[in-house]
């Protein structure tokens, strides 16, 4: 199906020659409308018969109703789409029959007019993924683009000739601005004609159904089943659509992970609807996984209203739609509700979860996949396609960030393959809707084909948690909405909210101790509860020693993800990380008759905060990765085991032999050689938590003296190795993280407390810069801040702050940390102007104020090509004008930008320019200071600066204004 529809296709598919309405319109037009020649002589020869063509038009739509039941939704989908462009036209020569113009034709006329053809454009389309004022901008200049057309042809005419000023001007003003407001006007009253016979129109242009909404999509079904063709489905979708409304009567999680006593709402008691953002890909640059692409972007809450108008849309047959979301966020389950309210006689879906497709499939066998998988048979897409009976056909593929994540492998034209194939199943008659989700983060550089709906799930407000939480505490022992509010970036995600009414539902603990912990104790309980329920289906004889081993085996995930810089981690890698750091080893894997579980399987398998990635290759290899729901888990797990090593060490160094030096550092070394814990601010947070209970005088110590020693040869580095790195640079970042240490421990660090002097400082901190990422070395940047002391030369601390900051600002603040005096001298010098400015307007600053004003323009020019503020762009322009340098082409240059308003700035140079005695040429096409002076309110331009009056009055008297 095209995007849009002419009148004349529109006509054709509402009627064909069949139709008696579309015969007598043929037949007014002398055949034209059917032969696809109508054209404007016949839109001319038509107004003597308009009122018959206009209610022949409006009767066509309100015909339309008769065949609205027992047709495909696909049918049904471009009978509105084609009624719609009906509307459009009828809607502007409604207008135009009210203007009452007439026109005489001549012969000598046809040559003239036959360009220009309404009835052949492309009409617009409502877009669900627009607000209503949008798409009513777009019919509203259509229209006057309409209108302004055939105002040129009308005045081209011989008719027009004949007539006198006053005429043309009526004629002009009717058809030029009258013509398209009416036109809108009537466009609306047609347009809800048409939704009161069709609600899938009011959810195309986005009107908000003033009806209560309910959750899990109910009244997504409910409207839908508003608009159902009446087809009875097949055996095939029947058992489909059973097997999709189970799911709502299942419970949130298995019974298997719940605590006894407990019981789990269904799915479609606790789904709440989520907010949600939407963008049309053709809109802007496609970066969806930036979070400044949504920044701009209006939050709906009207979740299944959206879904009514996508899903009975012309789009959702072109292109397919995207559904975003961080982990946690309810992507997979949306789709599982979905599936469930869709009703079979209109909708035939097919869920396809690819994480269980084959890797290297293309898109039609994963789609074959998905059907063996839900009919427990093979059956073909094109065999399945066919019989659905008028169903439209609706691909789910759910999990595209699985494929990416798992097989390593970039599929940034998979939308548009889907697209393509979306185009070729129209062309075959058999159209079909896909939707596809993923994770926010892994969609970079994908590719949106044109008119892609974008959707991103928002998570929950806190209305949203407090109506999960209704439906909880009916059920359960009530958990106060006030108490998991506290954790709001916890209750904020679904999954990650019923962690917590599940922890809280075996003792009340969360809502009895909230006040008191911290959030590095609350997640430590987390891990701890759910730790001890794994431990306890074994028999296992020391308890509190098996949790623990389950946590340092878990934080070796963490410390896997954070030292490779990355948000998940493949199976293969923990297994490496676990048998380096801990010594676990997998079984052996050729025992059995099956194959026993990888120990990076045994760690992740079983903990509810993990998400597990899967994708499966063609010979049934299964690809593995891993991620934390929420990501500060996995930092607080780094945290704890960097804690752990720091902590043994300092047992160890307690215990040694006071004939050595210092204790062997070899595992912490590994564990802080390969990423900064600058880079993350909740690490060094947690740190922190840990040292506030911590012997911090001895661990002090022991970090100094490693830090010390830092320079000495290393006679071992390790086996752990997650990253390929030099030598140099794991050194600089383990001497880097020995500092953040110290810092964690004292608030501030002095130059004696490290042993060093400013020079060892220097040559350190440039040492870390030539060895560090870029990244790296602004988040050092950020998170320290060293400070000259007079007594004992520097003292280092961290900032407060360590989040992202502006390049500029770095590179302003580094010499502090590098304590470079010349860098810092230059710095503090141009602070005053780099503060409010940024670095390129206050070199353009520097550079201007250093030009003699004679020679100022090529460094004037530079300086306002930035983005300069209005009042610093008048300071710097007018400052410079009637001062002796080339006024002629300043003002030529900016004088038209200036005298636009009447400003104190600009008075002042006007007046310079007089009182020097400049000369306005007069082709400069600026306002000379007469005209200056007659153009603006002196009085109020000049209030406060009675110089400055002075000096105009005596310039208008010398010029006679």
């Known amino acids: 199906m095209r995007k849009t529809y002419s009148y004349n296709e529109a006509v054709k598919i509402l009627g064909g020659g069949e139709h008696p309405i579309v015969a007598k319109m043929d037949k007014l037009l002398n055949g034209a409308l059917l032969a696809g020649s109508l054209g404007l002589w016949q839109v001319l020869d038509l107004f003597d018969a308009k009122p018959d063509f206009i209610r022949l038009s409006n009767e066509l739509i309100s015909k339309v109703s008769a065949k609205r039941r027992n047709v495909s939704r696909y049918t049904r989908t471009q009978q509105l789409h084609a009624a719609h462009a009906v509307v459009v036209i009828t809607a502007f020569f409604e207008a135009f029959e009210e203007q009452q113009v007439r026109v005489s034709l001549q012969p000598k006329d046809r ?19 627009r607000p209503y004022e949008a798409n009513l901008t777009e019919v509203r200049l259509k229209y006057a683009t309409l209108g302004l057309e055939l105002c040129d042809v009308l005045t081209s005419m011989a008719f027009w000739d004949d007539l006198d000023e006053t005429q043309r001007d009526r004629v002009q003003y009717a058809i030029g601005f009258l013509l398209p407001a009416r036109a809108v006007e009537r466009y609306e009253e047609l347009l809800g004609q048409l939704a009161a016979e069709y609600p899938e129109i009011r959810f195309w242009c986005s009107v908000h159904d003033g009806r209560a909404t309910r959750s899990a999509l109910a009244r997504l079904e409910e409207t839908l089943r508003e608009t159902t063709t009446d087809l009875t489905p097949d055996v095939r979708l029947a058992e489909l659509s059973g097997a999709y409304r189970g799911a709502l009567r299942r419970p949130l999680v298995k019974s298997t992970e719940v605590p006894d006593g407990v019981r789990i709402p269904s799915l479609a008691e606790a789904y709440v609807d989520p907010r949600f953002q939407v963008v049309i890909g053709r809109d802007r640059a496609a970066a969806p996984s930036l979070q400044a692409w949504w920044d701009d972007v209006e939050v709906r809450d009207d979740l299944y209203a959206y879904l009514v108008g996508y899903l009975t849309s012309p789009e959702a047959l072109s292109s397919p739609l995207l559904v975003l979301g961080d982990p946690g966020s309810g992507k997979s389950v949306l789709t599982e509700v979905l599936a469930a309210r869709l009703p079979a006689s209109d909708f035939a879906v097919v869920r396809v979860e690819l994480r269980s497709t084959p890797a290297d499939a293309d898109l039609k066998r994963q789609i074959e996949h998905g059907l063996h998988e839900l009919l427990h048979e093979p059956v073909s897409w094109a065999q399945f396609s066919r019989n659905t009976g008028g169903a439209l056909p609706v691909v789910v593929l759910d999990g595209f960030d699985e494929l990416l994540q798992a097989t390593g492998v970039s599929q940034t034209r998979y939308l548009t393959v889907i697209a393509e194939f979306q185009q070729t199943l129209q062309d075959m008659g058999r159209p079909a809707v896909f939707l596809v989700t993923s994770r926010l983060s892994v969609c970079a550089g994908l590719e949106l084909p044109y008119g892609t709906h974008v959707v991103r799930l928002l998570p929950f407000s806190d209305e949203q948690v407090g109506a999960w939480l209704e439906v909880w505490n009916a059920v359960n022992p009530p958990l106060p909405v006030e108490t998991v509010l506290q954790y709001r970036d916890l209750a904020s995600q679904p999954l990650l909210l019923l962690m917590l009414a599940l922890y809280d539902a075996v003792d009340s603990s969360f809502q009895r101790d909230h006040l008191s912990m911290s959030r590095g104790q609350l997640y430590e309980r987390l ?93 049934r290899t299964k690809l593995r990765t891993y991620e934390f729901l929420h990501a500060t888990f996995g930092e607080y797990l780094v945290a704890r085991f960097v804690w752990d090593r720091l902590d043994d060490l300092r047992r160890e160094d307690a215990a040694r032999s006071r004939r050595k030096s210092t204790v062997d550092d070899t595992e912490l070394y590994s564990v802080l050689s390969f990423t900064a814990l600058t880079t993350s601010k909740p690490v060094l947070d947690f740190l922190q938590e840990f040292a506030r209970a911590a012997d911090r005088e001895a661990l002090f110590d022991l970090v100094v003296r490693l830090f010390g020693a830092r320079n000495e040869r290393r006679l071992s580095r390790g086996v752990y190795e997650p990253n390929v790195m030099t030598d140099s640079a794991r050194d600089a970042t383990y001497s880097l993280n020995l500092v953040a240490l110290a810092l964690v421990l004292r608030d501030k660090v002095y130059a004696p407390d490290l042993n060093v002097s400013v020079e060892d400082w220097q040559r350190e901190a440039l040492f870390w810069k030539s060895r560090l990422s870029s990244g790296e070395w602004a988040s050092v940047v950020r998170g320290f801040w060293v400070e000259r002391d007079r007594d004992r030369h520097f003292a280092v601390s961290l900032r407060v702050g360590t989040g992202e900051a502006d390049p500029s600002w770095v590179l302003m603040a580094e010499p502090y940390v590098t304590l470079d005096d010349v860098a810092v001298t230059l710095r503090d010098a141009v602070t005053p102007l780099a503060g409010p400015y940024g670095i390129e307007i206050t070199s353009a600053l520097i550079e201007l104020t250093a030009t003699p004003v004679e020679k100022c323009l090529p460094a004037l020019l530079r300086f306002t090509s930035l983005l300069v503020p209005t009042e610093l762009f008048l300071q710097q322009v007018c400052g410079r004008i009637g001062r002796g340098g080339d006024d002629l082409s300043i003002v030529g240059h900016f004088g038209a930008a200036l005298t636009g308003v009447g400003l ?25 200071v007469a005209e200056y002076l007659r153009k603006i309110d002196v009085p109020v331009v000049a209030a406060g600066r009675p110089d400055l009056l002075k000096r105009a009055k005596a310039a208008a008297a010398d010029l006679g204004v």
Do not use: C, I
């Open 111 to 129: 040559d003239l007019v036959v360009g220009f053809n309404p009835w052949d454009l492309d009409l617009p389309l409502p877009s669900v993924g």
């Open 527 to 619: 891990l701890d509860r759910f730790a001890r329920r794994e431990v306890a289906k074994s028999a296992g004889t020391d308890v509190d020693e098996d949790v623990e081993f389950e946590l340092e085996r878990l934080s070796v995930v963490g410390l896997a993800m954070f030292n490779r810089g990355a948000q998940w981690v493949a199976e293969h890698e923990v297994t490496s990380d676990l048998v380096q750091l801990l010594g676990v080893e997998s079984p052996d894997r050729r025992v059995g008759t099956r194959t026993p579980l990888s120990a990076g399987e045994t760690v992740l398998g079983r903990f509810f905060f993990v998400q597990k990635t899967e994708a499966v290759r063609e010979d």
């Open 904 to 928: 104190p700035d600009v008075l002042d140079a006007w007046l310079r320019l007089h009182e020097w005695g400049f000369r306005f040429p007069d082709d400069l096409g600026v306002p000379d």
